[in-house]
């Protein structure tokens, strides 16, 4: 490995000879099913707003896709955050473990229930959690109490644990369910850009109390904005309805609520745009697979550079392809950055991490070596499904 000075050059050339000559965005929505039909039948109903037939259809469809026993439509993922973590007893106070290298949304929801995000750092394969090192830092950072994980320098109590699938990719599930068991903490997963990759067969999202996932339109599917809570407990599940229908006693005409609720219900409309989308999901998938074979040809020939791939014992999927520059290249990523943007190959640096924005400057956080270097060498490339078919 040495220092390729032709780097920016031969990535943009790469990108190009598998998306075309572009302009090509970093994931642009596909409307190539029923779309039009439903979003008709909806508008044609009059039924456009927080119930409809829509929305009974796409929770349904979400819960056979994901094999999840419920999904419960809201208005956004962050809201699905916010409502899972409400969920798992986060309350005011209490500390949530969670990724440095994530979307700010993460973080956000944690502050709308007043706790305080506690930022860990990040697997080098998987870009989420890695358990070992969590499992290390927990030991010292924190001790037991009456059953309770309680934080060593603040004397808050740790109560859950919120991984987030990076880019498509799960995080070793099965690792953090463990420590989560032997430190007593909740396990609640950010699944907003995982719809459709699973950890031996099994979805992301569902392993936890509650999992979460995103309809944004730069997402695998989109319904223009949306979300979803996914749970296997019958209960919750209900108490997220309640939650996010503004916690109304069901009445044919009374209006009772009984605690404060919110209105996160997703409208018939965009869950309509939902149905159509989940219809495509499997083609998208397959395609979204099918263009990473693509890239990890191309670069399998340029020194310097790799193309993140899926986990073992995983199915990825492939929501934003990444580029992982080697550490004697990392100083190489502004210039790859302007090379392509340049010539209309949409890239992206990966988020700023969390501990460094202005409104989490204070909160605790363990050693983040590995989130501070991928941070450096990531680079997500144009995603979108249906690119690379006629290379
Ligand atoms: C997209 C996303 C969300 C949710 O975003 P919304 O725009 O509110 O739907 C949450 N977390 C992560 C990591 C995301 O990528």
Same mark, same amino acid.
């Given at each position: 490995?040495? *220092? ?6 031969l990535?943009?050339?790469?990108i ?11 994931h ?9 039909? $439903?979003?008709?039948?909806?508008? =044609?109903?009059? $039924? %456009?707003?927080s119930?409809?037939? *829509?929305?009974?259809? *796409?929770?349904? +469809? ?6 999840a026993k419920?999904? %419960? ?14 969920l ?8 949530v ?5 994530t ?5 956000n929801a ?10 860990? +750092?990040s ?9 070992? @090192?969590?499992? +290390? ?26 991984? &987030? ?6 995080? =070793?599930?099965?690792?953090? &369910? ?12 950010d ?54 229908t ?6 044919? !005409?009374?209006f009772?609520? +009984?605690?404060v ?5 997703l409208?018939n ?8 989308q ?20 191309? *670069?399998s020939?340029?020194?310097?550079v790799? @193309? ?10 492939? !929501?934003?392809?990444t580029?992982?520059l080697?550490?004697e ?10 090379a392509?943007?340049?010539i ?6 990966? !988020? ?12 605790s956080r363990?050693?983040?070596? %590995?989130?501070?270097?991928?941070e450096r ?12 078919r006629?290379?």
């Amino acid at each position: 490995m040495a *220092f390729n000075q032709a780097l920016p050059k031969l990535v943009a050339e790469a990108i190009q000879s598998i998306v075309g000559d572009g302009p090509s965005g970093l994931h642009e929505p596909n409307f190539r099913g029923n779309e039009l039909v $439903y979003l008709k039948d909806c508008i =044609d109903s009059t $039924y %456009v707003s927080s119930v409809g037939e *829509f929305v009974d259809r *796409f929770e349904n +469809d979400l819960a056979v896709f994901t094999g999840a026993k419920h999904a %419960v439509a809201v208005v956004n993922g962050t809201a699905a955050l916010h409502i899972a973590l409400l969920l798992a007893g986060v309350e005011e106070g209490d500390e949530v473990l969670l990724p440095t290298l994530t979307f700010v949304a993460t973080a956000n929801a944690v502050k709308y229930c007043n706790a305080h995000p506690h930022f860990v +750092d990040s697997s080098a394969q998987t870009f989420g959690i890695d358990p070992h @090192v969590l499992s +290390d830092y927990l030991h010292t950072a924190t001790e037991m109490r009456g059953g309770q994980c309680v934080n060593h320098r603040t004397g808050r109590v740790i109560r859950a644990v919120l991984p &987030m699938h990076t880019f498509g990719h799960p995080v =070793d599930i099965d690792g953090l &369910m463990a420590v989560a068991r032997d430190f007593n903490i909740r396990l609640v997963e950010d699944a907003a850009e995982s719809l459709g990759s699973y950890v031996e067969g099994t979805h992301t999202g569902t392993f936890g109390m509650a999992g979460t996932l995103s309809f944004n339109g730069n997402k695998t599917i989109t319904t223009g904005g949306g979300g979803a809570i996914l749970t296997n407990c019958t209960e919750l599940a209900a108490r997220a309805k309640h939650l996010t229908t503004t916690a109304k006693i069901a009445h044919r !005409w009374n209006f009772v609520h +009984d605690e404060v609720g919110f209105n996160y219900r997703l409208p018939n409309l965009n869950a309509a745009l939902g149905c159509a989308q989940l219809e495509k999901l499997p083609e998208y998938l397959m395609e979204q697979r099918g263009l990473y074979e693509c890239y990890a040809t191309a *670069f399998s020939e340029i020194e310097g550079v790799s @193309v993140a791939r899926e986990p073992p014992g995983c199915t990825s999927n492939y !929501w934003l392809q990444t580029l992982i520059l080697d550490d004697e290249n990392a100083s190489q990523r502004d210039s790859i950055l302007l090379a392509t943007n340049e010539i209309g190959m949409m890239t992206r640096p990966v !988020w700023g991490l969390m501990h460094r924005l202005p409104m989490f400057l204070e909160a605790s956080r363990a050693p983040l070596p %590995v989130a501070e270097s991928l941070e450096r060498k990531l680079i997500n490339i144009p995603s979108s499904p249906g690119l690379g078919r006629n290379s």
